[in-house]
């Protein structure tokens, strides 16, 4: 009976296991959110015009497509994104310390005290 039970609670961690693993694979292989956009039609109401993805994907059209990505779409329109493709682990900026630095401990920055 103990051997039944001790069999059954080592399934369930290795079940438990194999779901955790799943979604974590899932999470960093996604392709973040993007469009292909004008980027000469910026209209600052409305943001960048979505066009079709073969104006981002060939060079001999007309329209100056480049991917957008994030924001919102509406109407055929985005806005609230970046140009900038997102890397992966960084919470979606483009750099390695694209944050503000605003001084403090170990900043390097500011006035010495005296």
Same mark, same amino acid.
């Given at each position: 009976m103990a051997d039944t039970r001790r069999q059954l609670r080592s399934g369930t961690v290795v079940l438990g296991g194999m779901g955790l693993l799943a979604a974590?694979?899932?999470?960093?292989?996604?392709?973040?959110?993007?469009?292909?956009?004008?980027?000469?039609?910026?209209?600052?109401?409305?943001?960048?015009?979505? %066009?079709?993805?073969?104006?981002?994907? =060939?060079? $001999?059209? +007309?329209?100056?497509?480049?991917?957008?990505?994030g924001g919102k779409k509406k109407s055929g329109w985005v806005d609230g994104g970046s140009f900038v493709k997102p890397g992966k682990g960084s919470g979606g900026s483009g750099g390695s310390h694209s944050? %503000?630095?605003?001084?403090?401990?170990? =900043?390097? $920055?500011? +006035?010495?005290?005296g």
């Amino acid at each position: 009976m103990a051997d039944t039970r001790r069999q059954l609670r080592s399934g369930t961690v290795v079940l438990g296991g194999m779901g955790l693993l799943a979604a974590a694979l899932t999470a960093c292989s996604s392709e973040p959110d993007k469009r292909c956009v004008d980027r000469d039609s910026y209209n600052l109401a409305k943001g960048y015009r979505v %066009v079709a993805d073969k104006n981002c994907k =060939s060079t $001999k059209v +007309s329209v100056n497509g480049s991917w957008y990505y994030g924001g919102k779409k509406k109407s055929g329109w985005v806005d609230g994104g970046s140009f900038v493709k997102p890397g992966k682990g960084s919470g979606g900026s483009g750099g390695s310390h694209s944050g %503000v630095d605003r001084g403090g401990f170990g =900043s390097g $920055k500011g +006035s010495s005290g005296g």
